[in-house]
């Protein structure tokens, strides 16, 4: 399957911590990479890899896998995190391939 | 600084073609495969294609197969799709993205701002 399945919403109490997942075939071979969307704007990588951040994300932002099924987590979530999420790998084929997404709402 | 920049976008009937270019820069372009992505309003993200550094490899979604053209022109440093016989289904943001692969398992995209197409007669 080249598919990768993410719940399409997700709320969090301010300053709690949240898990959004991700899961597919092709996680069993590739690691998830994790975007954040905002309104109008790109995506911007949060997660790539077994955890790792680029530069400017917050530390309250992490990663874990296991089997068919990828994590990102914010622990401590801000107001500003409020968007929605997008996991993303490649397929077997060699392409890539994303999931659904998951909006997240900061309560 | 990595930049990529799409230009390109606008509005086309039905049936017509358009040309999108994907110019990099803050990096060296010819090493790093690259890929079109493209979100319709309100949808999520949908991969469209991918091109190997060379050029020699490449793939396409199924909803754009015998329709669009990715290319290349590592000497002018740009990424080009070209989209024939457009369909409503089409109108999109296009993203020029950057596949920075870290170990082979472990693979990222870096993107560009985008470039709105619409589909519409």
């Known amino acids: 399957s080249s598919e990768l399945t993410q719940d399409p919403a997700v709320s969090v109490a301010l300053g709690q911590t949240v898990r959004i997942t991700c899961q597919g075939d092709?996680?069993?071979?590739?690691?998830a990479s994790w975007y954040q969307q905002k309104p109008g704007q790109a995506p911007v990588l949060v997660i790539y890899?077994?955890?790792n951040r680029p530069s400017g994300i917050p530390d309250r932002f992490s990663g874990s896998s296991s089997g068919n099924t990828a994590s990102l987590t914010i622990t401590g979530a801000q107001a500003e995190d409020e968007a929605d999420y997008y996991c993303?790998?490649?397929?077997?084929?060699?392409?890539?391939?994303f999931g659904g997404g998951t909006k997240l709402t900061v309560l | 600084e990595v930049q990529l920049v799409e230009s390109g976008g606008g509005l086309v009937q039905p049936g017509g073609s358009l040309r999108l270019s994907c110019a990099a820069s803050?990096?060296?372009?010819?090493?790093?495969?690259m890929n079109w992505v493209r979100q319709a309003p309100g949808k999520g993200l949908e991969w469209v294609s991918y091109?190997?550094?060379?050029?020699?490899?490449?793939y396409y979604a199924d909803s754009v197969k015998g329709r669009f053209t990715i290319s290349r022109d590592n000497a002018k440093n740009s990424l080009y799709l070209q989209m024939n016989s457009l369909r409503a289904e089409d109108t999109a943001v296009y993203y020029c993205?950057?596949?920075?692969?870290?170990?082979?398992?472990?693979?990222?995209?870096?993107w560009g701002q985008g470039t709105l197409v619409t589909v519409s007669s």
């Open positions: 993205a950057r596949e920075v692969v870290v170990v082979p398992a472990a693979r990222y995209l870096g």
């Open positions: 803050g990096f060296t372009f010819s090493s790093y495969e």
């Open positions: 091109i190997s550094s060379s050029g020699s490899t490449i």
């Open positions: 092709s996680l069993r071979s590739y690691y």
């Open positions: 890899g077994k955890n």
């Open positions: 993303n790998s490649r397929d077997s084929s060699g392409n890539q391939v």
